[in-house]
């Protein structure tokens, strides 16, 4: 499987694609990696490789932006999505950058569907604003967001790596925030 995909990707390069492709294939262990090219497992991790077509931002420049959407993708760790109703329940509170919007789990290389059309939504109602996706130090789930988030067609999508724990050793305040629960469909719709 790993000789296929490496295959294809130096084929995918002679043809003149994509150089992101190649990087995932050729710079990390391939297992890691879906057919997209989004890491699907060990997202706790140090993070190698640029999210495009998503950017980068540099924490101190993210600290200093006034007007622009903060996403935290980061799991819920104390509790649990209900499957009936969408809801999070939770056993403590998360703490994050004041005004995120949290979306737990989005940032997994195949997001639930109904947690990414949430997410999704919530951002396309701010089309002129700038998007930072961020999560935890080393984690590729806040990577993957940012990437699906721009290849959605989405503008502006930067990526904090450094996270909830770089802001706040940064000097930066956090903040509860309550998780986005996406609407599930009444039964029969």
């Not at 006034?66 to 703490?95: I, M, N, Q």
């Not at 802001?167 to 305040?173: F, I, T």
């Amino acid at each position: 499987m790993a000789r296929m995909l490496i295959g294809a990707a130096l084929l995918m390069l002679a043809n003149g694609a994509a150089a992101s492709v190649v990087s995932v294939a050729a710079a990390q262990d391939v297992g890691d990696f879906d057919a997209d090219g989004y890491r699907r497992i060990h997202l706790r991790a140090p993070v190698t490789l640029p999210p495009t077509p998503a950017r980068r931002i540099a924490l101190a420049q993210a600290l200093r932006l006034h007007g622009a959407l903060f996403v935290d993708v980061g799991a819920v760790e104390d509790g649990a999505r209900d499957p009936a109703t969408g809801a999070w329940l939770l056993t403590a509170p998360h703490a994050t950058i004041p005004g995120a919007l949290w979306a737990p789990d989005a940032g997994h290389a195949a997001p639930d569907p109904a947690i990414w059309q949430a997410l999704l939504a919530a951002v396309q109602a701010h089309p002129q604003r700038r998007i930072v996706v961020f999560c935890h130090i080393d984690c590729w789930a806040s990577w993957n967001a940012a990437r699906h988030l721009a290849r959605a067609g989405v503008r502006h999508v930067e990526w904090l790596a450094e996270g909830i724990e770089g802001w706040r050793d940064a000097g930066g305040a956090l903040a509860p925030a309550p998780p986005l629960a996406p609407q599930q469909n009444a039964p029969g719709q």
